[in-house]
C-alpha cells in the first residue's frame, strides 16, 4: 500500500512540476467552453456555460486520467521499470499505483475547470452536490485508469500508442456529448455515441453536478442526461451501473495484462529489443 | 570459502540459439568476480537471469542460497543491480529516486534519512541531492544508480558494465567506491567489463565466449597459466647474445633495435644472462596481461568500450 502511494506522489509531482503541460491542460477547456457554448443553446436549456462546464469538466477527467493512467509506457521505454522489477514490489501494487494517480490527478484537474467555472456563473445549490460532485470524477477517473493502463500494456511502444491513443481518445471525446450536443450529430454519429462509455459518463456526471436527478423523465431525455435507445431509457443511475461494467473490466483486463508483460524484451526501441548479450 | 552466488549447468536458450551452453561457477562471498568476454558472449543473459529479470533454460541459480527461479522476492531483497543503461526516474530528484527505492525494499522510515546522506557521500554527489536526474551528467548518474542499488544493504551488487562509456577518472572514481564497499561492508561485487585493466582488480575472473566459460581463476593464476613473461634485450654484441640464448634453449625473436625472448620464469633468464652480464646494454621484462590470457583462450582481441 505504501508503494502505491508513494507511485501516486511521484505522479502528482510530476503533475505539477510540468508547467507548459500543466497550464495548458486547464487553458484548453476553457477555449472549449468560449468555442463551444454558442452551440448549446435550446429552448429547454437555461444556462449553456454550466452544461457545456459539466460535459468539458468530466472529459476532462477522462483525459488527465487515460495520460497518467498510461504514463506507465514512458517508465517503460526510459528503463525505470527495469528497476521496479528487479525490487520486490509486487507488480499489483505498482498498476494499483498507476490507477490511483490517474483518479487523483484527474479529478484535481476537472475540480480546477469547475472552480474556474464558478467566475462564470456555475453554481450549486447544495454543499452536499460538491462531494457528490467529487465521488462522481474519481469514480470516473479509476474507470478509465483501468482503461488507459491497458492501452500502455498492450501497445508497448510509445510511437504505437501515441497513434493508438489519438485515435480512441479523439473521438470518445467527441462523440460523447461533452462538446457537442448528441442531438445535433448526424444519424450513424449518433449511433456509435451509444457504444462510447464516455458518453455515460457525461450524462452520469451532468445529472450529479448541475442537479437534474429529480426532474421528469421526459426532460432528462430533451437535457441528454437520460439516453433513449430504442424503447429503452438509459438513466443517469443505469449509466453509472454501465460505468461500473466497463471499468471493472478494463481494471481487471489491465492488471492481468500488466502482471503477465515480459517487459525484459521492451526496451528504447524496437531495434534493440532482444538482447542476446 | 563460503559461496553466496552458485551456478550449476546454467543454460539458457531463445528458441533454437542458445545464449548460455551449461556452464557452473561459484562467487565468494565478499569477493569481487568480474565477467570478461566478447559482446554477445552470454554475459548480460547470466547477470539477468542472476537478478531474476529472465527465466532460465535449465540449471540451478542460487544466491545467498536461495533459488533465483522459486525464491524471486527473497533473492531481490538481497541483491542490488546496476544496469548498463540508466533506470533512474528522469522525471524526480536525486533524493526522490533513493527515497522511491527505500519504499520498493521496505527500509525502515527512521534508517531513510541516515542511508540517503551514507550513499550520497560515498559517491560524493551530496551538494546534488536535490537536483533532478535529468540534469546530471553520465558519470553522475551511473553514481546516482551505485547510490542507490546500495541504499537498501544487499548481499550482492551486480554492476553490469558499470564504467562502460565513462572518461578515465570517473572510472577511476567508480573503482575506488566498488573497492572501498567491498572492503568495508564485505559487500559481493558482481560485474561484466571490456576493460582489461579493470578485471585485474577483481579477485576473481570468469572468461566467457560463445556462452561458455573458458577460463575461472584468479588473474595472476590466469596470466601465469596462460600467458609467458617477455623481456626485450637491447644488445651491443648481437652474435654473442644469440649464441649465449641458442645455447640455453631460449627461443628469440630479433627484431631492428632489440631481441624479444617469451620466457616461462624471469629468474631462469636472469640466470643465463648473468653468467654474461655484458654483453646486453638494457633489460626490460612485460609481464603478460589478462588481455594476453583472453587472446590466447579466445584467440580474439576483446573489443574495449563498446556495448555489448
Not at chain 1, 460532485?133 to 479509476?142: D, N, R, S, T
Not at chain 1, 448526424?186 to 452520469?204: C, D, E, K, S
Amino acid at each position: 500500500m505504501k508503494t502505491v502511494f508513494a507511485l501516486c506522489q511521484r505522479n502528482l509531482k510530476d503533475f505539477v512540476r510540468n508547467k507548459p503541460r500543466l497550464i495548458l491542460s486547464i487553458i484548453f477547456p476553457f477555449f472549449f467552453i468560449y468555442v463551444f457554448s454558442s452551440i448549446f443553446q435550446n429552448e429547454y436549456i437555461e444556462n449553456p456555460i454550466s452544461l457545456m462546464l459539466a460535459g468539458i469538466a468530466i472529459a476532462t477527467v477522462f483525459d488527465v486520467t487515460l495520460r497518467i493512467s498510461s504514463s506507465t509506457i514512458d517508465d517503460m521505454s526510459s528503463g525505470f521499470m527495469k528497476e521496479v522489477l528487479v525490487s520486490p514490489v509486487s507488480r499489483l501494487s505498482i498498476a494499483g499505483g498507476q490507477f490511483l494517480s490517474g483518479a487523483v490527478i484527474g479529478t484535481m484537474n476537472g475540480m480546477i475547470i469547475l472552480l474556474g467555472g464558478v467566475l462564470l456563473g456555475f453554481r450549486v445549490t447544495s454543499p452536499l452536490t460538491v462531494l457528490y460532485i467529487i465521488a462522481a470524477m474519481v469514480f470516473v477517473g479509476f474507470v478509465f485508469a483501468g482503461f488507459g493502463l491497458f492501452m500502455a500494456t498492450t501497445t508497448k511502444s510509445t510511437q504505437t500508442f501515441q497513434v493508438v491513443s489519438m485515435a480512441i481518445t479523439m473521438p470518445m471525446t467527441f462523440l460523447s456529448g461533452a462538446y457537442i450536443p448528441v442531438g445535433d450529430l448526424p444519424n450513424v454519429l449518433q449511433i456509435i455515441t451509444r457504444f462510447n462509455p464516455l458518453t455515460y459518463a457525461v450524462a452520469m456526471f451532468r445529472s450529479v453536478s448541475l442537479e437534474w436527478g429529480g426532474l421528469p423523465l421526459e426532460q432528462q431525455i430533451h437535457l441528454g442526461v437520460s439516453i433513449e435507445i430504442g424503447n429503452f431509457v438509459v438513466t443517469p443511475m443505469i449509466s453509472a451501473l454501465i460505468l461500473l461494467g466497463f471499468g471493472a473490466l478494463f481494471l481487471l483486463l489491465s492488471t492481468l495484462a500488466f502482471m503477465r508483460t515480459d517487459f525484459s524484451k521492451m526496451s528504447r526501441s524496437a531495434g534493440d529489443a532482444v538482447d542476446w548479450g | 570459502m563460503n559461496p553466496i552466488i552458485e551456478v550449476q549447468n546454467f543454460t539458457k536458450r531463445y528458441g533454437k540459439f542458445t545464449a548460455v551452453d551449461d556452464i557452473s561457477f561459484q562467487v565468494e562471498e565478499g569477493s569481487i568476480f568480474a565477467f570478461l568476454g566478447p559482446n554477445g558472449a552470454g554475459k548480460s543473459t547470466t547477470i539477468n537471469t542472476l537478478c531474476t529479470i529472465f527465466e532460465k533454460t535449465e540449471g540451478t541459480l542460487r544466491i545467498d542460497g536461495k533459488d533465483v527461479s522459486t525464491q524471486k522476492n527473497e533473492v531481490r531483497k538481497s541483491i542490488g543491480v546496476v544496469f548498463q543503461d540508466s533506470t533512474l526516474d528522469k522525471k524526480m530528484t536525486v533524493e526522490e529516486n533513493l527515497r522511491m527505492h527505500c519504499v520498493f525494499y521496505r527500509v525502515p522510515k527512521r534508517e531513510v534519512e541516515e542511508r540517503i546522506a551514507f550513499v550520497l557521500e560515498l559517491v560524493e554527489l551530496s551538494e546534488w541531492r536535490r537536483k533532478r536526474v535529468s540534469a546530471l551528467s553520465g558519470g553522475m548518474k551511473r553514481r546516482v544508480e551505485i547510490a542507490r542499488g546500495l541504499i537498501h544493504f544487499p548481499k550482492v551488487l551486480f554492476l553490469d558494465e558499470p564504467t562502460t562509456g565513462l572518461d578515465p577518472q570517473t572510472r577511476a572514481h567508480i573503482w575506488e567506491y566498488i573497492v572501498k564497499l567491498q572492503k568495508e561492508k564485505n559487500i559481493t561485487m558482481f560485474l561484466t567489463t571490456h576493460y582489461m585493466d579493470e578485471a585485474e582488480i577483481c579477485n576473481q575472473v570468469a572468461i566467457m565466449d560463445g556462452g561458455k566459460i573458458v577460463a575461472n581463476d584468479r588473474p595472476f593464476e590466469l596470466k601465469k597459466q596462460y600467458t609467458k613473461d617477455r623481456a626485450y634485450i637491447t644488445t651491443e654484441r648481437p652474435e654473442e647474445l644469440e649464441r649465449l640464448l641458442r645455447a640455453h634453449n631460449l627461443e628469440f625473436v630479433q627484431k631492428p633495435k632489440y631481441y624479444r625472448v617469451d620466457v616461462d620464469s624471469v629468474p631462469g633468464l636472469l640466470q643465463v644472462l648473468g653468467d654474461q652480464k655484458d654483453v646486453i646494454t638494457d633489460l626490460e621484462v612485460k609481464k603478460g596481461t589478462l588481455n594476453d590470457v583472453f587472446l590466447e583462450i579466445t584467440g580474439k582481441e576483446i573489443r574495449e568500450g563498446g556495448e555489448s
